[in-house]
């Protein structure tokens, strides 16, 4: 993992390969040109204060995402300027804001892939800003290289950026310190997710996943519990072993407890923890099943965040539920027209067995339910119906308590993670009646996620309030890297569920 200091070393005498300034486009109320963002101040005095023109004249812009390189100039210990854009100038009186600065920093971060050290000095105003561009840096020097030569031998081919020194920043104040240290613990757990998500389902698969728990659980002084497949059948969990009995690598159900004794309040998190679902007996065709192991990003994410909450040593109870299976087509693979007997006691007829998410998630939610925390949040790859809704950089959120759906929203959007609400209409309810059990497990193709979501409501216990998140979209990038997002696994969701935790811990969610 990359290290992370803040340092008050001025640019010219700072040993770094690399100096990161901002730049951004200027107000048109003003000239409307180039903007050298404050931080950059030194920079800008030893271009005798003309580094605008010479940015311009490289035909920088200050578009976010844009990256212009050029020499240091003299006198500077540093061999090269980086100007990463910032998008539009603020308004007047007003500073960037933390997802500006978080995807100039990640671009930034990428854009010094193999180098060892460099000193960013973006604009900075607060610890906010600090903790943002920390993130940024952090979440934009990432690549996954296990498989490859170099993850070996990291000379054969580019580590990522290996130091960021943070300019500006105040390394006595007790705010900045905090806000850095929350950035490194957020951010390297959501490294670990995406590395979780990137790893090939044949090396992850449930029992893989719940011993990388169980190893972060003594880690971290978090409790972990794993009910193998033995344990399953004893407790009555249908849903999961329904899912997961097509497959050679059994199930599990794993349960993580992080207590603090100052808590007082208790949030439980369920993941969707599908290692690889090829759809079963409803098998998908080719072309739909090359990214599937990524379907266990939802569990990947509650488990980085209960992990990330330990670290911060946060004054709230969190229990993780991963829901773990792997979805296969085999002569014990549960098929269409099977009907399960669910954790909660409930029946489900499987029309299609490649709607399996919602059935481990069901047994999951009820056995979150039994502890009657104050709210539980699922996160889940749910269906493509999302995706086709909204896209692939936006989750979708529904909850059983339309101020509980705003507040998750409200969180997402503060910590850079596009969403949006969604309904759970009552009349889709009726589409998932079936004649054998007391639901099927599809309904109308029409508004399928919401279908989804409907299904998982009535495994959620009575009165508790209750929020679903279908990631399907944003989990995982197909597309190039932009900002602080790599190619891959992204982590979404990790840092929606931290901030919930902290609102929770302060008491200010619900
Ligand atoms: N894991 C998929 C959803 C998905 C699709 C995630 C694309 C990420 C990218 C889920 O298990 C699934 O197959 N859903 C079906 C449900 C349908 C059969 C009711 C879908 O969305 O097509
Ligand atoms: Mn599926
Ligand atoms: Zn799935």
Same mark, same amino acid.
């Given at each position: 993992?990359?290290?992370?200091?803040?340092?008050?070393?001025?640019?010219?005498?700072?040993r770094?390969?690399?100096?990161?300034?901002g730049?951004?486009?200027?107000?048109?109320?003003r000239?409307?040109?180039?903007?050298?963002?404050?931080?950059?101040?030194?920079?800008?005095k030893a271009?005798?204060g003309?580094?605008a023109g010479v940015?311009?004249?490289?035909?920088a812009s200050?578009?976010?995402?844009?990256?212009?390189?050029?020499?240091a100039?003299s006198g500077?210990?540093t061999?090269l300027v980086?100007?990463?854009?910032?998008?539009?100038?603020?308004?007047?009186?007003?500073s960037?804001?933390?997802?500006?600065l978080?995807?100039?920093a990640?671009t930034?971060?990428r854009?010094?892939n193999g180098s060892?050290k460099a000193a960013?000095?973006l604009?900075?105003?607060?610890a906010a800003?600090a903790?943002?561009?920390?993130?940024g840096a952090?979440l934009?020097?990432?690549?996954?290289?296990?498989y #490859?030569?170099?993850?070996k031998?990291?000379?054969?081919?580019k @580590?990522?950026?290996?130091e !960021? %020194?943070l &300019? +500006?920043?105040k390394?006595r104040?007790?705010?900045y310190?905090a806000?850095v240290?929350r950035a490194l613990?957020v951010?390297?757990e959501?490294?670990r997710a995406r590395d979780?998500i990137?790893?090939p389902?044949n090396?992850?698969y449930?029992e893989a996943?719940?011993?990388?728990?169980?190893?972060?659980g003594k880690?971290?002084g978090i409790k972990v519990?794993v009910?193998d497949?033995?344990a399953l059948?004893?407790?009555?969990y249908?849903g999961?072993?329904?899912v997961?009995g097509?497959s050679?690598a059994?199930p599990r159900?794993v349960k993580?407890?992080?207590?603090?004794?100052?808590a007082?309040?208790?949030l439980?998190l369920?993941g969707?923890?599908?290692?690889y679902?090829?759809?079963?007996?409803s098998?998908?065709?080719?072309?739909h099943?090359?990214t599937? #192991?990524?379907?266990?990003?939802g569990?990947?994410a509650?488990? @980085?965040a209960?992990?990330? !909450? %330990?670290? &911060? +040593?946060?004054?709230?109870?969190?229990t993780?539920?991963?829901?773990l299976?792997e979805?296969?087509?085999?002569g014990?693979?549960?098929?269409?027209?099977d009907?399960?007997r669910?954790?909660?006691?409930?029946?489900?007829?499987?029309?299609n067995t490649d709607a399996e998410g919602r059935l481990?998630l069901?047994?999951?939610?009820?056995?979150?339910?039994e502890?009657?925390p104050?709210a539980?949040?699922d996160?889940?790859?749910?269906?493509?119906a999302?995706?086709?809704?909204?896209g692939s950089r936006t989750?979708g959120?529904?909850?059983?308590d339309?101020?509980?759906?705003?507040?998750?929203?409200?969180a997402?959007e503060e910590v850079?993670?596009p969403?949006?609400p969604?309904p759970?209409?009552?009349?889709l309810?009726k589409g998932?009646?079936?004649?054998t059990?007391?639901?099927?497990?599809?309904g109308?193709?029409m508004g399928?996620?919401l279908?989804?979501?409907?299904?998982l409501?009535?495994?959620v216990?009575?009165?508790?309030t209750w929020a679903h998140?279908?990631?399907a979209g944003?989990?995982?990038?197909?597309?190039?890297?932009f900002?602080y997002?790599?190619k891959?696994g992204?982590?979404?969701?990790?840092?929606t569920?931290?901030?919930l935790?902290?609102?929770?811990?302060?008491?200010?969610l619900?």
């Amino acid at each position: 993992m990359t290290a992370l200091t803040l340092s008050t070393a001025a640019a010219p005498g700072l040993r770094a390969d690399a100096i990161v300034i901002g730049v951004a486009k200027g107000a048109a109320s003003r000239s409307g040109g180039l903007v050298v963002a404050p931080g950059a101040e030194a920079v800008d005095k030893a271009y005798d204060g003309k580094l605008a023109g010479v940015l311009e004249t490289l035909g920088a812009s200050g578009a976010e995402g844009e990256v212009t390189k050029l020499p240091a100039p003299s006198g500077f210990k540093t061999p090269l300027v980086v100007a990463v854009g910032l998008g539009p100038e603020p308004e007047k009186d007003s500073s960037f804001d933390a997802e500006a600065l978080r995807r100039a920093a990640g671009t930034a971060a990428r854009a010094l892939n193999g180098s060892k050290k460099a000193a960013f000095a973006l604009p900075l105003t607060d610890a906010a800003d600090a903790g943002a561009i920390a993130e940024g840096a952090l979440l934009g020097a990432y690549s996954f290289d296990a498989y #490859k030569e170099n993850g070996k031998d990291p000379k054969k081919g580019k @580590a990522p950026l290996a130091e !960021v %020194a943070l &300019l +500006g920043g105040k390394p006595r104040d007790r705010a900045y310190k905090a806000a850095v240290e929350r950035a490194l613990a957020v951010s390297e757990e959501l490294n670990r997710a995406r590395d979780l998500i990137n790893t090939p389902p044949n090396d992850l698969y449930p029992e893989a996943f719940a011993a990388v728990a169980q190893a972060a659980g003594k880690e971290h002084g978090i409790k972990v519990q794993v009910l193998d497949d033995k344990a399953l059948v004893k407790g009555g969990y249908g849903g999961i072993l329904g899912v997961g009995g097509g497959s050679e690598a059994k199930p599990r159900l794993v349960k993580l407890s992080y207590t603090s004794s100052k808590a007082k309040k208790h949030l439980a998190l369920v993941g969707k923890g599908i290692t690889y679902d090829s759809g079963g007996i409803s098998l998908k065709p080719a072309g739909h099943n090359e990214t599937m #192991k990524c379907d266990m990003s939802g569990a990947a994410a509650v488990f @980085a965040a209960v992990v990330a !909450v %330990a670290r &911060l +040593g946060l004054e709230v109870n969190v229990t993780g539920w991963l829901a773990l299976a792997e979805n296969m087509p085999s002569g014990s693979a549960v098929r269409p027209g099977d009907v399960l007997r669910m954790y909660s006691g409930k029946t489900v007829e499987v029309l299609n067995t490649d709607a399996e998410g919602r059935l481990v998630l069901a047994d999951a939610l009820w056995a979150a339910s039994e502890e009657k925390p104050d709210a539980i949040v699922d996160v889940a790859t749910l269906t493509g119906a999302m995706m086709l809704a909204l896209g692939s950089r936006t989750y979708g959120i529904m909850a059983n308590d339309d101020a509980f759906r705003s507040a998750v929203h409200e969180a997402a959007e503060e910590v850079g993670e596009p969403a949006w609400p969604m309904p759970l209409p009552e009349h889709l309810r009726k589409g998932m009646e079936s004649p054998t059990a007391d639901i099927a497990n599809m309904g109308e193709r029409m508004g399928g996620g919401l279908v989804a979501g409907l299904f998982l409501r009535e495994f959620v216990g009575e009165g508790i309030t209750w929020a679903h998140l279908d990631i399907a979209g944003p989990a995982f990038n197909e597309g190039g890297p932009f900002g602080y997002t790599p190619k891959g696994g992204t982590g979404t969701a990790v840092r929606t569920l931290v901030r919930l935790a902290e609102l929770t811990a302060s008491g200010d969610l619900g």
